[in-house]
C-alpha cells in the first residue's frame, strides 16, 4: 500500500519562503519520478514542478525560478522550494508519484 505524506504548508507573507516535504512508503520510490501540482480555490488542479530519477526539474511557467523541486532517494522524499512566494501561489499543494498515486494535500497560503 502506497502511503503519501506531505509537510510544510503553512502561511506566509508575499515575498517570503516555505519548503513542502513529502514522504513516500510503500513503492520503490527511486525509480518513479514525482511531482507537485496544486489547486487554488475554484480553480482545477494545475501542474507546479516535476523531478525526474535522475533529479532533473521540470517547471510550470508561474513558478521558473522562484520553486525549486529535488529528491532524496534514501528518505524516499521529494521537496518543492518555494521563494518569493505571491498571494497567486494560495493553494492546497499536492504530491504525486507515477504511476498514479496522490497525497492529501498540504494548504499555502500567501497573504498580506
Known amino acids: 500500500q502506497v502511503q503519501i505524506e506531505e509537510s510544510g504548508g503553512g502561511s506566509v507573507q508575499p515575498g517570503g519562503s516555505l519548503r513542502l516535504s513529502c514522504v513516500i512508503r510503500?513503492?520503490?520510490?527511486?525509480?518513479?519520478?514525482t511531482s507537485w501540482f496544486r489547486q487554488a480555490p475554484g480553480k482545477s488542479r494545475e501542474f507546479v514542478a516535476a523531478?525526474?530519477?535522475?533529479?532533473?526539474?521540470d517547471y510550470a511557467d508561474s513558478v521558473k525560478g522562484r520553486f525549486t523541486i529535488s529528491r532524496d532517494n534514501a528518505l524516499n522524499t521529494v521537496y518543492l522550494q518555494m521563494n518569493d512566494l505571491k498571494p497567486e501561489d494560495t493553494a492546497v499543494y499536492y504530491c504525486y508519484i507515477d504511476p498514479g498515486f496522490w497525497g492529501q494535500g498540504t494548504q499555502v497560503t500567501v497573504s498580506s
Open positions: 510503500g513503492i520503490t520510490f527511486s525509480v518513479h519520478p
Open positions: 523531478v525526474t530519477t535522475a533529479g532533473s526539474g
